[in-house]
Nanobody
Framework: QVQLVESGGGLVQAGGSLRLSCTAS????????MAWFRQTPGKERDFVAS????????NYADSVKGRFTISRDNAKNTLYLQMNSLKPEDTAVYYC???????????????????????WGQGTQVTVSS
């Protein structure tokens, strides 16, 4: 059974930091483009950051650029999201996602779309207090 499991969420004050992790099991995602999205109640799931399977290419939503960093450790089959200078508007459930096709050409616009991804984690809550 293929699973993506997020961890690292929690409650933090504005200006603080959190590091989210997404660990895969059931298959390797070391050759898959991956991404982080976030969602608040009643709203659509929004793109946060994406990364190519090699880790060389990344892209960010304007709202998090300069504050968040996406990275991956393919040896550990794990995706990360370092979140610094957190703001109350960053409060959301954060989801990691992966494509099924290996060695897919990385296109930032495509990588920012929900429908690009075949696998999703269950989400981890991030709450930023003011």
């Amino acid at each position: 059974q293929v699973q993506l499991v997020e961890s690292g969420g929690g409650l933090v004050q504005a200006g603080g930091s959190l590091r989210l992790s997404c660990t895969a099991s059931g298959r390797t995602f070391s050759a898959s483009n991956m991404a982080w999205f976030r969602q608040t109640p009643g709203k659509e799931r929004d793109f946060v950051a994406s990364i190519s399977w090699s880790g060389v290419n990344t892209n960010y939503a304007d709202s998090v650029k300069g504050r968040f960093t996406i990275s991956r450790d393919n040896a550990k089959n794990t995706l990360y999201l370092q979140m610094n200078s957190l703001k109350p508007e960053d409060t959301a459930v954060y989801y990691c996602a992966a494509v099924s096709q290996p060695f897919q050409v990385y296109r930032p616009v495509v990588a920012g779309k929900v429908q690009t991804y075949d696998y999703w984690g269950q989400g981890t809550q991030v709450t930023v207090s003011s």
